[in-house]
């Protein structure tokens, strides 16, 4: 496969996403401003304009009318996605570190970090009640006493926020009462990643403790464990085959101190069921910061430490792939 | 000549007045093949430059809103590109691969850990195999000591006899010191020593067998180093796949070390395999 790289950042690259129908890339760096690319040819469609920090997360609404950023400068902003201008921007008290909209686009969530006296938040949205934006009172505020959130994402149906959080606990709230529904820690360390999988009955964590899981989404269940040998960053499963990939790298700021050894870097997927790694990518000259399946599983993006956003389109030999069992 | 004198320019300076003197830019597109071609020329330094850039033209279908948004005018920092991708943003990489892996997990390379070096280092020696650990945790504490004590009964027995008429006879591992005088050989010429050392040398060759293809050089240097000094070990691989053939050569640097290892490992099941151990034929006559 012949990789796109998509360079439109000059730092390193915090997370990416593609819209629902996947013609569209978000990306999301340490600099201030948020891109957008076609994912087809790599033309950059526009970049978001008005933030004053790293920007930690960014998601897009299902009918990509628009585009939510969170950022360090302690603003969440909505965006209109065909003009890029801004639609509303919130003030928080503290950096957002992760964010989502929720299946009808309808209701925002974001999380704020645990810095400057400030304890950890769940902020929770209605887009469609100016005065809840206009006077920044949001919909609900979750308060978290313990670890902080460091990625979250919406459960289904609107009912429920997934959390992974700094020592590894992952929990599920319920945006009725605002109360921890399930929880457990089956992860030891600092959640990088939560993505869905396409029908939202399980998801799968990276975690810096050298491992990726596979959650079930009711119950809370470890179905699978995906181990390497470094922090995972990020992980996605695919929409198309029983397949996952894994991100990661040593973190960055172990990558001078470290020998410098080919193929740390790589993306690495591994058979969903069957826990086994089966294939590697190489391509990045830092570790991977955020993957991303296009929903038709047959390409696949990654954005790394060194700026860079990559995107591949898989060979026949990789989407005919079989397992014999 | 008079043309140039009329215009008051030379040639060269008319290409240096700018786009003027420049061939216009000019398009091509190729219906059948989807290529577009677009073959520019711009000026820089005084030299002309031609670009030509190739574009692969491919009809997609798509939903409406896809369509739709492909025809959003561009915004933010991208506001002034033209259309299609700016190779200053969007660049197209080398061609890479899937690495497809066999092994689940890739080991941890042992060089990075400066403890496991020192454990080479032999701190504590094992009385059975003399490996760096402890006597009780050997790895061959259950098949190797019996066959160990087996050996050192069969190597006592002809120390009975007198040293000079025995060739076997020979240090129990871990023994007593024995004086010059009274090892093996001693009581031999000196030149005929060394040219015994010499044929020992060849003679002391034994050939494992029925090896698994996992075995590597270090396995069977942990499995023979019990029986004495080896000089050689030969593990046949394959050049593809630098797999065991399923065979060795290993050199003692003794014969009888060599024949109490015949002795020792031959029929020693070593990973599910038995191995079968005999003297090696001599390499080929010169």
Redesign the interface.
């Known amino acids: 496969?012949?990789?796109?790289?998509?360079?439109?950042h000059e730092r390193s690259i915090t997370q990416i996403k593609y819209n629902r129908?996947g013609?569209?890339i978000f990306s999301c760096a340490k600099d201030s401003?948020p891109?957008v690319?076609?994912s087809?040819?790599?033309?950059?469609?526009?970049?978001?304009?008005g933030h004053n920090g790293a920007v930690w997360c960014i998601d897009c609404s299902w009918?990509?009318s628009k585009v939510l950023t969170g950022a360090a400068d302690n603003f969440c902003k909505v965006w209109d996605c065909?003009?890029?201008?801004q639609l509303h921007s919130i003030e928080t008290r503290t950096a957002v570190r992760s964010n989502g909209f929720s299946y009808s686009g309808n209701l925002i969530m974001f999380t704020t970090d645990k810095t400057m006296g400030c304890n950890c938040e769940i902020h929770v949205y209605d887009l469609r009640d100016g005065d809840q934006l206009a006077s920044n009172t949001p919909l609900l505020t979750i308060p978290i006493e313990g670890s902080k959130i460091t990625s979250a994402i919406w459960g289904p149906y609107e009912e429920s926020i997934v959390t992974g959080h700094e020592n590894g606990e992952i929990c599920i709230f319920d945006i009725k009462s605002g109360k921890t529904v399930q929880s457990c820690k089956d992860h030891t360390k600092q959640i990088n990643d939560i993505q869905p999988y396409k029908d939202y009955t399980m998801f799968i964590t990276a975690s810096k403790d050298n491992t990726a899981k596979l959650f079930d989404m009711d119950t809370l269940e470890l179905k699978k464990t995906y181990?390497t040998?470094r922090p995972v960053n990020s992980a996605a499963i695919s929409p198309l085959h029983e397949h996952v990939v894994l991100g990661g790298g040593q973190e960055a700021m172990q990558v001078t101190t470290t020998?410098t050894?080919v193929g740390k870097f790589?993306a690495r997927?591994f058979h969903l069921v069957f826990e086994?790694?089966?294939?590697?990518?190489?391509?990045h000259f830092g570790p991977i910061n955020s993957v991303a399946f296009h929903p038709d599983g047959k390409s696949y993006s990654s954005g790394g430490e060194d700026g860079y956003v990559?995107v591949?389109y898989?060979?026949a030999?990789?989407l005919d792939i079989n397992f014999d069992y | 000549m008079l043309d140039t004198m009329t215009s008051g320019k030379s040639w060269a300076e008319q290409v240096d007045q700018g786009d003027e003197g420049l061939p216009p830019p000019t398009e091509e597109f190729d219906e059948k093949r989807g290529i577009k071609t677009i073959t520019e020329y711009r000026n820089e330094d005084g030299k002309v430059i031609k670009t030509i850039k190739t574009y692969k033209i491919e009809t997609v279908k798509l939903s409406k809103s896809i369509a739709q948004r492909k025809m959003w005018k561009k915004y933010g920092a991208a506001a002034n590109d033209p259309p299609g991708p700016n190779p200053s943003n969007t660049i197209m990489t080398e061609e890479v691969f899937m690495q497809f892996v066999q092994n689940k997990e890739t080991p941890v390379p042992e060089e990075e850990d400066p403890l496991s070096k020192l454990t080479k280092q032999k701190i504590v020696q094992c009385r059975i195999c003399k490996g760096d650990h402890w006597t009780t945790k050997c790895p061959y504490k259950d098949t190797l000591q019996p066959l160990q004590e087996k050996l050192e009964e069969g190597a006592k027995k002809p120390d009975i006899a007198p040293v000079s008429s025995s060739p076997a006879p020979n240090k129990p591992a871990g023994g007593k010191y024995i004086p010059p005088t009274l090892r093996e050989g001693a009581n031999k010429g000196r030149g005929e020593t060394m040219s015994n050392q010499r044929k020992g040398d060849e003679a002391a060759t034994i050939r494992v067998t029925n090896l698994s293809e996992d075995t590597r050089e270090s396995d069977l240097q942990e499995l023979f180093r019990p029986f004495g000094p080896i000089s050689r070990i030969y593990l046949a691989k394959d050049k593809n796949t630098g797999q065991s053939k399923g065979f060795a050569f290993i050199n003692f640097h003794r014969r009888e070390d060599a024949s109490r290892a015949i002795q020792g490992v031959s029929g020693f099941g070593y990973d599910h395999l038995i191995l079968n151990v005999e003297w090696a034929k001599p390499s080929t006559q010169q």
Request: no cysteine; net charge negative; proline share 2%.
């Open positions: 496969m012949k990789p796109i790289m998509l360079h439109g129908e013609d569209l401003q891109n690319w076609y087809l040819n790599g033309e950059r469609l526009g970049t978001f304009v009918d990509t065909e003009t890029g201008s181990r040998e020998n050894r790589d997927f086994e790694e089966f294939g590697r990518v190489k391509g990559r591949h898989f060979d030999n990789y």
